[in-house]
């Protein structure tokens, strides 16, 4: 009757493949309106003026600034800093920034309207690239050991830079909200897609100055995040509000591409330099690296992806001295935000080319120079965590060498340039150092006459949140899965289980189910068989109707962290992973592609195989989209190919054979051994493609996309 | 102006704008969401729908043209309460995960001859953008349910 591990079919997948599913478009509400947001168009400079036209008919249109707010509310999005308005006030700092807000019933006379609205600036000089940035917004620094030392010890210094664009995470359904006001003209119910409905609900308080009772969030079924919906939806949650407080009526807000793609957050573009001292035998001895992430306008989350980044800077590989310097810059540009991985693929596509870089100078294999620096069991990271277990760096590698190896396919004589690339990676699972404490999780399982029901505001966003939790709780309670169902993430209904973010659903929330079932089963007293435990519960309801077991996030013992040095445990495991990609390199075109790419990861524990290998797949090709094809060109400050035209994603044409293995290393802390999935796999991929483009074509890139013009450049310079 | 289609096997007659897209009338006029946007321009395929028997962007169709029309939308793929090969192939394979290109994968696939090759498979869904799955769980349940040799 064990059901982790094994491929059940996915709680909510009947409705999707049916087309039942209701996603935020997908709903109505009587007396519906529909809103637009009147956005910037110049990247930074004053307001002087909003004009309507006066020769427009503006009956039946709600319209709303900044002044709309009410009393006792504040214009701040709630995030780490209080820096970024809802609505622009006097001046604004970036592209497409929010300045008013417009309702009406019908969607066609709505889009007339907003040709009627004109802003008048005072531009001012606006930063519109991380190269000219000056203004640091966040910095922090990791040391270990002593630099200076470590660099004399070295036979061999080598330096490198390397970038990274910007990358949308184009979930196929773009951001969209319904906020319905409530009758008693003091409270509101937002109902979206979106990843973290208490972070909604914190934003929606402050923006209008309510309690918890009077702000309820749902989320509705969602059509993919990847970050893109972590902290975006607060904002567009806000606006939908606003209007829907001034019209008195429900407000649908549903972005089209192009304003979901030039409005909204991407992938921190990256600039990160290495200076390594490496001894002649292949030894890392000194790692002095800088990480710059292009933060955008705002503040945002970017403290928190630069902390991942920079823990993630070094690598797998253990150097007794190291320094790694963070900072965020600002620049006016639309903020950038969370994207699956949260700045460690950034940072490892750095070293990971670097690393390749070293073994060239020194004449050494790459993988060999991998082996000889990837950490093992009780090596010590730069932060000072001891790793001890669940460390698979050297195992991922071996697997992963054995199984691209076994598939090795006949050359053939088309004048095509083949290569062949590694790279090798971990990332932590859950929030980085203390957040987890912060946040303070609660998930929970409450009794129904039938079932047991999950009480989680962790949300399925397709990466199989449902399955997996439901799995979780079947196998601890020893019942059936098909007993187990889900309440759905409803701050009026569900414990704040913390952001669906960091793959940490599975490790971290998985765990808090878990508990929270070993909670229930001991009021239930000892059963032997499922019906029995069925019997039980009947009794215990029968005493205590709506009985619920509510538990909350407990630190593992051995983690510490010191938020104030950076140092401690980053995180309480991580996912160990290695990818060989094969690309080929058309002389003629410059196009490159990825023909076959191995993903070895571990995990911990697959709860579902199958969705964990989903995970994999999907997040390898997102890694092989920023790697060769997707390019935010930006131009004035704005996204100038805000189009499925012109920004490409991976079609099934560009799909490279995706071979993933998974590897079980338990993780005594996580829920049946399982550390968390979702992230890891684009990390590697990117750094993959580009050493394996060297090997092909003898050139070396340093920046993705590795856009065919790049190719042609970097060829013709030889 | 009023059109009369056949939509999953019903006569139906709407009233329409000259310029409405057959995506808004579906979603809209004839209440099945089933179909999704995900661009408004030719480009994701999340709005496929079958026209007389052939994929189409929805999106890109003026209902104005479909008069007499047969539309199949997923909807209409299966008798009611029963799922077709493809559905039941796309669940239990792991096809589909946050499910909103689901639709117009599944009836873009529905279009595939019997017993595609990967190739085959690859060539005709190339029109329909999925984000999620790097397309492999993709591959596996149409070649599951129309019987590709492995
Ligand atoms: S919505 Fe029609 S192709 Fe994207
Ligand atoms: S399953 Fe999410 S886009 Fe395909």
């Not at chain 1, 203390?434 to 999780?441: D, I, N, Q, T």
């Not at chain 1, 051995?558 to 690309?583: E, H, K, M, P």
């Not at chain 1, 002389?587 to 199958?610: E, N, S, W």
């Not at chain 2, 869904?125 to 999620?132: D, E, K, S, V």
Request: charged share 25%.
């Amino acid at each position: 009757m064990k059901c982790v591990g094994k491929n059940v079919l996915r709680a909510e997948g009947e409705d999707k493949v049916t087309g039942r599913a209701k996603y935020i478009d997908d709903l109505s509400f009587p007396g519906m309106i529909y809103g637009h947001t009147v956005r910037s168009s110049v990247a930074r400079g004053r307001i002087l003026s909003v004009a309507r036209d006066p020769a427009f008919d503006w009956g039946g249109f709600t319209l709303v600034d900044h002044r709309a707010i009410p009393p006792g509310g504040r214009n701040i999005v709630a995030m780490i800093v209080e820096d970024q308005p809802f609505l622009a006030v006097d001046e604004v700092r970036h592209r497409e920034e929010p300045i008013l807000l417009i309702a009406h019933a019908d969607p066609e006379r709505l889009a007339e309207a907003v040709a009627h609205i004109e802003v008048h600036y005072a531009p001012e000089p606006a930063v519109l690239d991380l190269e000219h940035a000056t203004t640091v917004l966040k910095e922090l620094t990791i040391s270990k050991g002593d630099l200076e030392q470590g660099f004399a010890q070295a036979d061999r210094v080598v330096e490198g830079s390397y970038f990274t664009g910007a990358q949308e995470q184009l979930y196929i359904e773009p951001n969209g909200v319904i906020a319905v006001p409530g009758v008693d003209g003091k409270s509101i119910t937002v109902y979206g897609s979106m990843q973290c409905p208490y972070y909604v609900q914190r934003a929606l308080r402050l923006l209008l100055g309510l309690d918890e009772t009077q702000v309820r969030v749902v989320q509705t079924t969602t059509g993919g995040g990847f970050g893109g919906k972590e902290e975006y939806p607060s904002i567009l949650a806000g606006h939908a509000a606003l209007l829907a407080c001034a019209a008195g009526r429900p407000v649908k807000m549903v972005y089209d591409r192009l304003e979901d793609l030039v409005a909204t957050t991407k992938r921190h573009p990256a600039r990160i330099r290495h200076r390594t001292g490496v001894q002649r035998d292949g030894t890392l001895v000194a790692m002095e690296i800088e990480v710059d992430l292009d933060g955008g306008a705002y503040v945002t989350l970017s403290p928190v992806v630069l902390s991942r980044a920079s823990i993630h800077a070094t690598g797998p590989y253990r150097a007794p001295h190291v320094r790694v310097r963070g900072r965020v810059l600002q620049t006016n540009t639309p903020p950038t935000g969370a994207f699956r991985g949260f700045g460690a693929p950034q940072s490892q596509f750095g070293i990971e080319l670097h690393m390749d870089r070293i073994a060239e100078e020194l004449g050494i294999d790459p993988v060999a120079l991998r082996q000889k620096n990837l950490y093992a069991s009780g090596d010590v990271t730069a932060t000072g965590q001891r790793l001890d277990g669940s460390v698979s760096a050297h195992e991922v590698l071996e697997r992963a060498l054995q199984r691209h190896v076994k598939k090795k396919r006949p050359k053939k004589k088309d004048g095509l340039l083949r290569g062949t690339g590694v790279a090798t990676f971990f990332h932590g699972s859950g929030f980085t150092g203390g957040g987890e404490v912060k946040l303070a999780s609660r998930a929970g399982i409450e009794l129904t006459p039938r079932n047991v029901r999950l009480l989680v505001g962790s949300t399925e966003i397709g990466q199989g949140t449902r399955t997996m939790h439901a799995q979780i709780v079947a196998d601890t309670l020893a019942i059936p899965y098909e007993w187990v169902e889900t309440a759905d993430p409803d701050t009026a209904r569900v414990p704040d289980s913390g952001p669906t973010v960091a793959s940490r659903t599975c490790m971290v929330v998985g765990r808090i189910l878990q508990r929270a079932a070993l909670d229930l089963q001991q009021a239930l007293g000892p059963y032997r068989t499922p019906d029995e435990f069925r019997r039980r519960s009947r009794k215990l309801l029968a005493k205590r109707p709506a009985l619920q077991f509510i538990a909350q996030y407990d630190r593992p013992g051995d983690i510490r962290w010191d938020d104030a040095t950076y140092q401690g445990d980053a995180y309480g495991a991580y996912a160990w992973g290695c990818n060989i990609a094969d690309v080929e390199v058309d002389p003629i075109t410059y196009q490159a592609r990825c023909t076959r790419l191995t993903a070895v990861i571990d995990i911990g524990k697959a709860i579902h195989p199958l969705l964990a290998c989903g995970q994999i797949e999907g997040g390898s090709l997102q890694a092989v989209g920023w790697a060769l094809y997707e390019e935010v060109v930006m131009r004035d400050g704005r996204m100038a190919n805000g189009q499925l035209t012109n920004y490409i994603i991976p079609t099934t044409l560009d799909t490279p054979e995706i071979l993933v293995e998974l590897v079980e290393n338990p993780y005594p802390h996580g829920p049946f051994g399982a550390k968390g999935v979702g992230e890891c796999p684009v990390d590697g991929p990117a750094a993959a493609i580009l050493n394996a483009i060297r090997q092909a074509t003898g050139v070396r890139l340093n920046a993705i996309p590795a856009t065919p013009e790049k190719i042609m450049q970097a060829m013709d310079a030889r | 102006m009023k059109i009369t289609l056949t939509l999953n096997r019903k006569r139906r007659t709407v009233d329409v704008s000259p310029l409405e897209r057959l995506l808004d009338t579906l979603r809209g006029a004839l209440g099945l969401t089933g179909t999704k946007e995900g661009c408004g321009e030719g480009e994701c395929g999340a709005c496929t729908v079958l026209l007389d028997g052939k994929p189409v962007n929805s999106c890109l169709v003026p209902t104005a043209q479909c008069s007499g029309a047969a539309i199949t939308t997923i909807e209409g793929l299966a008798p009611r309460g029963k799922l077709h090969k493809l559905q039941r192939a796309f669940l239990e394979c792991g096809g589909a995960q946050c499910g909103i290109c689901t639709p117009g994968m599944i009836l873009a696939a529905s279009a595939l001859p019997d017993r595609p090759t990967r190739e085959q498979i690859r060539t005709g869904l190339a029109g329909n953008l999925c984000r999620c799955t790097g397309y492999e769980k993709i591959y596996d349940a149409v070649g599951v349910a129309l019987g590709t040799k492995k």
